[in-house]
């Protein structure tokens, strides 16, 4: 069975780091690509970061370089997400996603890439 579960959300102060884990099963543990999202109270589901299996190429949206790093131990399989200086914009619900089928044009930040969803990890940044 297929499944993604998140884990490290909590609530944190502004300037703080945090650092998020997601534990991949079944299918997922050989997506093509993992990935991260957040949606924030009120708006839409925002693409963060994603990740490459076979060479670790990474994809970072505007908001997240520069202080966000994605990684991924394909031993466990788990995916993390190291979060740096975090500010009260930054609350949202975070989740990761994996690939299945993959389509020939791929593109990293669109949602409808990815299969597989976890349940959401609630991070909230206090200023």
């Known amino acids: 069975q297929a499944q993604l579960v998140e884990t490290g959300g909590g609530l944190v102060q502004a300037g703080a780091s945090l650092s998020l884990s997601c534990a991949a099963s079944?299918?997922?543990?050989?997506?093509?690509?993992m990935a991260w999202f957040r949606r924030a109270p009120g708006q839409e589901r925002e693409f963060l970061a994603a990740?490459?299996?076979?060479?670790?190429?990474?994809y970072y949206s505007d908001s997240a370089r520069g202080r966000f790093t994605i990684s991924k131990d394909n031993a466990r399989p788990t995916l993390y997400l190291q979060m740096d200086n975090l500010r009260p914009e930054d609350t949202a619900v975070y989740y990761c996603?994996?690939?299945?089928?993959?389509?020939?044009?791929?593109?990293?930040?669109?949602?409808?890439?990815?299969?597989?969803w976890g349940q959401g990890t609630q991070v909230t940044v206090s200023s």
């Open positions: 990740i490459r299996r076979t060479d670790g190429s990474r």
């Open positions: 079944g299918r997922t543990t050989r997506a093509y690509v």
């Open positions: 996603a994996a690939t299945g089928a993959v389509s020939i044009n791929f593109t990293p930040k669109q949602q409808s890439e990815y299969t597989y």
